[in-house]
């Protein structure tokens, strides 16, 4: 049964940074793309920030030099860094995983298998 659970998101001042990990089990957690996407209130689901099973990294525009994914895999726990916050960084936060074997990352919600709960990201 694969689980994926987020923390460390919160209320924070424009500017300012967090750290969102999400903690994988249930697979063997290396051999797979893992993603980070965040929803706005009122708006659709967006991919922010990807990782494929051999380690290559993508990020969507609005992110670019400001977020930093990356994957613990002695810790089964994929990371995201967040620099630079922004209101408009204001969402919920879920992190995403393809099932085991899909090495390759694609921007689409519609390819993940696996969603955590999400966590808020509150930017003001």
């Known amino acids: 049964h694969v689980q994926l659970v987020e923390s460390g998101g919160g209320s924070v001042q424009a500017g300012g940074s967090l750290r969102l990990s999400c903690a994988a089990s249930?697979?063997?957690?290396?051999?797979?793309?893992m993603a980070w996407f965040r929803q706005p209130p009122g708006k659709e689901r967006e991919g922010v920030a990807f990782?494929?099973?051999?380690?290559?990294?993508s990020y969507a525009e609005s992110v670019k030099g400001r977020f930093t994914i990356s994957r613990d895999n002695g810790k089964n726990t994929l990371l995201l860094q967040i620099n630079s916050l922004k209101p408009e960084d204001t969402a919920l936060y879920y992190c995403?995983?393809?099932?085991?074997?899909?090495?390759?990352?694609?921007?689409?919600?519609?390819?993940?298998?696996?969603w955590g709960q999400g966590t808020q990201v509150t930017v003001s």
């Open positions: 995403a995983a393809r099932r085991m074997g899909l090495w390759q990352c694609t921007s689409s919600s519609d390819d993940f298998n696996y």
């Open positions: 249930g697979y063997t957690y290396n051999r797979n793309c």
């Open positions: 990782i494929s099973g051999g380690g290559t990294t």
